[in-house]
């Protein structure tokens, strides 16, 4: 025991301060299980700032985003990105396609003369809603809505 003390530089005090805190339990085990079902709950795609958060709203129990961070790394779980759908013009069921005409000219000389729109999705409380707008490019005014 004093050669093995002696080899890794620690005080047989120490050595057996760790040997008590090791042979009891867990004081981190009920964050570690909090931290488990909120990881589990989000499908495995929250980080530590939002495994906090949703700790925080579920519970009502604050712990340090810090904190929150080392439990998750002495747990071994991250966050996994999900991956990106690439959708093709069969996916997504569209019937026109027009031919690029703008060419990436957004200059107009006159009024009327280039209109351009897009489409946004808005998230709401009743569900999704969409905006279109058509903006003349000679002075950027909306057109319609």
């Not at 299980?33 to 700032?49: D, M, N, P, V, W």
């Not at 129990?61 to 013009?89: C, D, E, F, P, W």
Request: charged share 25%.
């Amino acid at each position: 025991m004093k050669a093995m003390c002696a080899f890794f530089g620690v005080s047989r005090a120490a050595y057996y301060a760790w040997v008590k805190r090791s042979a009891g339990p867990d004081p981190e085990a009920g964050r570690k299980e909090l931290i488990q079902k909120a990881y589990q709950a989000s499908h495995r795609t929250y980080g530590y700032r939002r495994v906090t958060w949703w700790i925080a709203q579920k519970w009502g129990v604050t712990i340090n985003h810090k904190a929150v961070l080392r439990l998750m790394n002495q747990l071994g779980i991250r966050s996994v990105a999900r991956k990106r759908r690439i959708y093709k013009n069969s996916q997504l069921e569209t019937y026109h396609s027009y031919p690029n005409l703008l060419n990436r000219d957004f200059t107009a000389t006159r009024p009327n003369q280039k209109w351009v729109t897009d489409v946004t999705f808005i998230l709401t409380r009743e569900g999704w809603a969409y905006l279109s707008t058509i903006k003349d490019l000679y002075d950027n005014f909306i057109v319609a809505h």
